[in-house]
């Protein structure tokens, strides 16, 4: 691919990737605004919903905030009973973070809901351009990982 070429791929890409974050983000809208959740937090309950018990710095990496930041976040999804903090037995200076069955049940719902989104819009495409868009969005999820532990 040109310059030029990548250059207005780029550009389309930059049109419609605020479409895709914008529809996603409207079909959770109601939960976030019922949970008093932003994106932000969400990210972080998703994370620990995936990943189990983790580490404060680990979250800290992840959202790549300070972990005094992190402190801040993970304070309010305590006090909003999300989230409960673990002590580590062996040592005193790590703390981890778990959810709560509360969260879980947010996270569980949220879930379902971009569930049905996904299979509402990939339905009207045909499985082989599934199989092919999965596959791309992949190897691009892989790159932006590699490229977040450099």
Known sequence: MTETALKEFADK????MPVFVKEFTKTNARVF????LSFSQFLILQLLYSEGETKMTTLA???RVTTAAMTGIVDRLVRDHYLVRVDDPNDRRIIKVRLTPKAQGVVR??????????ISIFSKISDQDRKDYLRIVTHIKDILEAEAKI
């Open 13 to 16: 890409i930059n049109q419609i």
């Open 33 to 36: 605004f019922k949970e008093k």
């Open 109 to 118: 719902k949220i879930n379902q809901e971009r569930r049905k989104l996904v």
């Open 61 to 63: 990496k992840f959202m």
